[in-house]
């Protein structure tokens, strides 16, 4: 295989290093329009408060309102935090009614006038409710009250945020987590919050900043102590207007920074990469794979068995078969699924897909976004670090370990997703549709790369694809399947030269399939003469 580089096989620059388009010039005039109308206010505000000679920065209680404005915001963010983003999560990978219900209920809020929610909040904790007389009325007209208020009005701002940016992350990359060792805790922190962290912080600031302006809700609330925004309508209602300068200028300023906090980033550190191990891959012999599966997936039934006799099989079948669902299965990442799974002489199928020892390559690879190529391959639980490097270097990837996916062409993120799930020295590597997405140079030339390693290392290996040459190419045994059931399975010579039936022929890619009648004494008659 050639050593990966700047560019991919066919010299196409990375998506990172390609131009971008110009945007058009109804969108670039449309766009200044809105800064102008949003800035020239801000603006305005500035030069007055530069050329005021009362800005108000000294009147008492101004300090006291911005700190607990500042601290309430704070805390009503870790709150909406620590529960908002498991909430999220749940409603982005949940549908149903219960899920409905709750996705309006967080929204309500949004809808509600502020000071009404202060309202609904007075009859939750307010002095004469149950909360309120267990807490010695200490719910309201203190810094609790000021948090119970930000939080009710901020907290649907991090959850409907945070639920789309998870709906967005690829569950492919939780099912090849489980597969690397990863537990259900450590999915959610590890994994598809990374995933959706884009989404998570934009939350999080317009929470943080939701909070920081509140008044309605505070107001009826906890008028003392003041908020800013409380002290500022107090200002403005009992003493000269340049007074609320000060808290005003106060309010961006720290709103300016809460913006910037967001969007600094930790610098990316390589971790040392050791060194290679003896070119000894695979620890184990060859296993065989027996299933006898069941799942239903809405109103899709699947329902497939088989007892391979070689350790290289392939599943063949048209899109909508259910070879992906199989493969899952075979994996334990699909919920639905139940029947017996085999690994040899092991019984797998009631094992979590952490304990299942198998390397999984989803169709679109199941790479972390901004997760180095290192990163990838080194840090699953059941990742070993020294055959992580020694299968970077046999797969041509050396050079691009500190390499983003959204850095690598189309053939060097089928190769990283390979080696990560080598890297755990799997006793069975499931691969869905691993070159389906490849220019056909590339896929031609991995196809053989990895046939070659298939037989020097001897790797297990089930196939799913749709390509009747690529399971020829990549296996000794195939099963078609159709509608969620097999149609046919054996040896791959056998089941090429002898189909079962026209629909298992046309699958297979078989051109020469005749209509004939069957006559006395066996005869067929066909468009081409009797035979």
């Known amino acids: 295989m050639a050593a990966a580089g700047a560019t991919d096989l066919l010299g196409a620059r990375p998506r990172s290093q390609r131009r971008r388009p110009a945007a058009p010039r109804v969108a670039v005039g449309l766009g200044a329009l809105v800064a102008l109308y949003l800035g020239y206010p801000l603006a305005a505000f500035v030069v007055r408060l530069a050329t005021s000679p009362r800005r108000g920065f000294g009147v008492p209680g101004l300090w006291a309102a911005l700190a607990t404005s500042v601290l309430g915001a704070t805390i009503s963010l870790v709150l909406c935090t620590v529960t908002g983003v498991p909430l999220a999560y749940l409603l982005a990978r949940h549908r149903g009614r219960l899920s409905a219900a709750i996705n309006l209920l967080v929204q309500l809020p949004l809808a509600l006038p502020p000071l009404m929610g202060g309202i609904v909040l007075v009859y939750l904790v307010g002095p004469y409710t149950f909360l309120g007389q267990l807490s010695g009325e200490r719910l309201t007209q203190t810094l609790a009250g000021v948090v119970i208020a930000q939080t009710f009005v901020s907290a649907p701002f991090l959850v409907v945020t945070a639920r789309a940016a998870f709906r967005e992350v690829d569950p492919a990359l939780e099912e090849v987590a489980a597969t690397l060792g990863y537990g259900r805790l450590r999915r959610l922190l590890q994994v598809a919050v990374p995933a959706a962290a884009g989404g998570i912080r934009a939350g999080m600031v317009l929470t943080w900043l939701r909070a920081f302006g509140e008044y309605g809700s505070t107001v009826v609330l906890a008028y003392h102590p003041y908020t800013l925004p409380v002290y500022t309508e107090v200002q403005f209602s009992s003493a000269p207007l340049s007074t609320t300068e000060a808290p005003t200028a106060l309010g961006l300023l720290a709103a300016g920074v809460a913006i910037a906090v967001s969007q600094l980033r930790s610098p990316r ?35 497939v068995a088989h007892q391979a006799s070689a350790h290289r099989l392939a599943i063949v079948g048209p899109s909508g078969s259910g070879k992906s669902l199989t493969l899952r299965s075979l994996a334990g990442v699909l919920p639905s699924a139940h029947g017996s799974v085999r690994f040899g002489d092991d019984d797998v199928g009631g094992l979590h897909p952490e304990e299942r020892r198998v390397g999984y390559v989803p169709q679109g690879y199941g790479l972390v976004p901004g997760r180095p190529v290192w990163a990838q391959l080194a840090s699953g639980p059941n990742s070993d670090p020294q055959r992580a490097a020694w299968w970077l270097e046999r797969l041509g990837l050396r ?70 040459q690529e399971a020829a190419a990549l296996a000794d045994e195939i099963v078609v399947v159709g509608d969620g059931a097999v149609l046919q399975a054996g040896a791959i010579a056998e089941v090429f030269e002898r189909p079962v039936s026209p629909a298992v022929a046309r699958l297979l890619g078989i051109d020469n399939v005749l209509t004939a009648e069957v006559l006395a004494g066996g005869a067929l008659r066909t468009a081409a003469g009797d035979l």
């Open 399 to 468: 050079g691009l370990e500190d390499r983003l996916p959204e850095q690598l062409s189309g053939g060097q993120r089928q190769r990283v997703g390979l080696a990560r799930a080598l890297a755990t020295d799997p006793a069975v590597v499931l691969l869905d549709e691993p070159l389906s997405a490849l220019d056909t140079p590339v896929r031609a030339e991995l196809r053989r790369e990895f046939r070659r390693l298939q037989r020097e290392l001897g790797l297990s290996t089930v196939l799913v694809t749709h390509d009747p």
């Open 269 to 303: 550190r390589r971790r040392p990469l050791p060194a290679a191990a003896p070119p000894v891959a695979v620890d184990h012999p060859p296993v065989v794979v027996a299933f006898d599966l069941r799942a239903q997936v809405g109103r899709f039934s699947l329902a």
